[in-house]
């Protein structure tokens, strides 16, 4: 367990666990096909999310939190800390170039809940919204991704998760995903928008790097502990999860990378500490 508690900051997170919000009428992505949904969508948030999320969301009142979730408990307090390294992180980064950083939120939620790309599911898994400026997260997400993807899981592979869509947040604010989604527009094959796709996450996870650089000398990862963001960038690699999934890789379907691309541009972040190092599209 890395030490949290020496990160002082808090950032803004809502929860919204066990409360509701939105039914996901996912009929028809059964079996395969919902893992296929998954691919487009882990750690993601890319490009058309939102527009996938409204399709498949349907309205549904929300219901009071239960007990168990009132007050700030443990989870909680590790979300809005490793948000609150973020903040300071890249509002640092932003200053240093003459421009504000509009800070993120957080929600956290279990099954579903309602947001304005039309709601978030937990078959989605953590993804970022680019119309609200927010984070969703499900926390059980963690559990398929140790089961079934084979990460090793732990505290420092779920903040490189969070880590990860803050890095679509600097993208968004920094008008990166804007001129990617254009870009996609204008491809004239669908290889050609994923590519644009792929590169976009990988700067996602070169940018989490860079957040995990801003806090290893105030010494809160334990010896070897940044091996398991490591380990969760690779377990969602295009070819892992194509391989466990169909049996086969094929590069030309790819949105976020293969397992060695999606480690090696978190290492180039993490090593240089320097966001221009972190060009993807070059």
């Known amino acids: 367990m890395a030490r949290w508690g020496r990160l002082g900051t808090r950032g803004n997170v ?3 666990r066990g409360m509701g919000g939105t039914g996901m009428a996912i009929g028809g ?13 882990l750690l993601g948030g890319g490009s058309g999310l939102e527009d996938v999320l409204g399709q498949l969301a349907t309205p549904a009142q929300p219901v ?9 408990d443990d989870y909680e307090l590790f979300t809005s800390r490793v948000l609150g390294s973020t903040d300071e992180t890249w509002s640092a980064i932003f200053e ?6 509009q800070l993120p939120e957080l929600i956290l939620f ?5 947001s304005a790309c039309g709601g978030a599911s937990s078959a989605v898994g953590p993804h970022y919204c680019p119309l609200d400026e927010t984070i969703y997260l499900d926390e059980t997400f963690f559990d398929e991704l140790t089961s079934r993807f084979g990460a090793e899981g732990g505290d420092v592979a779920e903040a490189y998760v969070i880590a990860h869509e803050v890095g679509h947040h600097v993208q968004k604010r920094l008008g990166i995903m804007e001129q990617v989604q254009s870009l996609q527009q204008q491809a004239s094959s669908q290889e050609e928008a994923n590519d644009l796709s ?3 996450e990988l700067q996602a996870d070169c940018f989490a790097g860079i957040w995990a650089n801003s806090i290893r000398d105030e010494d809160v990862f334990l010896p070897g502990e940044i ?8 377990a969602v690699g295009d070819d892992r999860i194509q391989q466990a999934v169909t049996g086969q890789v094929s590069p030309e379907r790819w949105t976020h990378g293969s397992s060695e691309q999606r480690v090696e541009w978190f290492t180039v972040g993490f090593d240089s500490g ?5 060009d993807t599209f070059s």
Do not use: H
């Open 64 to 72: 009071e939190q239960p007990a168990e979730f009132e007050g700030v």
């Open 29 to 41: 992505l059964g079996g395969v096909g919902l893992i296929v949904f998954l691919l487009i969508s």
């Open 14 to 16: 809502t929860d919204r």
């Open 274 to 278: 320097d966001p221009s190092a972190c």
């Open 198 to 200: 792929v590169r976009l």
């Open 110 to 114: 279990r099954g579903s809940t309602s």
């Open 227 to 234: 091996n398991e963001a490591l380990d969760a960038a690779a």
């Open 96 to 101: 240093g170039s003459g421009l504000t950083y």
